[in-house]
């Protein structure tokens, strides 16, 4: 696709409910990542992606949050058992980091609400 | 390790003032430095990057920045913001070392009229 692609846009769910938030990213970026953004807060590193190399997992906040990732493609942040604290728009990047120096490219944003 | 720091959270300046965001980064190597924008309610954009050569890089709305290597800084100015600049500025910095790229935490851009 042109740009990269976060679904939902929005998600609704009631506490203790898992949910899956995707990711597509730039067709041929290599690196992705996940960062969060709470209301008034700025970007909270979550996960990044690098080919295929180990994740760097040190941003997830806790053993409830997990992501994967299919090759170069596809990226899927699951959350387990949300919680109200767990509300703020998750954000998804790639970038062609094959090439030093390269931006990552944004989504849109996943808004995640727990209730 | 590398880390970003935004000193100030939020910055008011009134219309047609000048402005400067603040951004000091920390790295035991070459870097590459950026500044993104968020627009209310849009996703983050690339406003500006240095990769290497002009210390000073500008964007097509009138910000410019200037990497500053002994005080390892990158400060985003702007001689005259409009209305139409009022959004979340994030630095960010990576290397040749590793690509991942670090975020600062933002600095919401308040303009009063």
């Known amino acids: 696709g042109a740009g990269v692609s976060q679904s939902p846009s929005n998600k609704v769910t009631e506490k203790g409910k898992d949910v899956e938030l995707r990711c597509d990213p730039i067709s041929g970026h290599t690196a992705l990542y996940w960062y969060r953004q709470r209301l008034g807060q700025g970007l909270e590193f979550l996960i990044y992606f690098q080919g295929n190399s180990a994740p760097d997992k040190s941003g997830l906040p806790s053993d409830r949050f997990s992501a994967e990732r299919t090759g170069e493609s596809v990226s899927t942040l699951t959350i387990q058992r949300t919680q109200q604290e767990d509300s703020a728009v998750y954000l998804c990047?790639?970038?062609?980091?094959?090439?030093?120096?390269?931006?990552?490219?944004f989504g849109q944003g996943t808004r995640l609400t727990v209730v | 390790a590398q880390s970003v720091t935004q000193l100030d959270s939020q910055v008011p300046v009134f219309e047609e003032a000048p402005v400067e965001l603040r951004c000091n980064y920390s790295s035991s190597v070459s870097v590459y430095l950026f500044w993104y924008v968020q627009y209310p309610n849009q996703g983050l954009q690339l406003l500006l990057k240095y990769l290497s050569g002009s210390t000073l890089v500008e964007s097509i709305n009138g910000f410019e920045a200037e990497f500053n290597k002994s005080q390892t800084s990158f400060h985003l100015r702007k001689p005259s913001v409009h209305i139409s600049d009022t959004a979340e500025y994030f630095c960010a910095v990576s290397s040749n070392r590793d690509d991942k790229i670090i975020f600062g935490k933002g600095t919401r851009l308040h303009i009063l009229p």
């Open positions: 990047a790639s970038s062609p980091s094959v090439i030093s120096g390269t931006e990552a490219f």
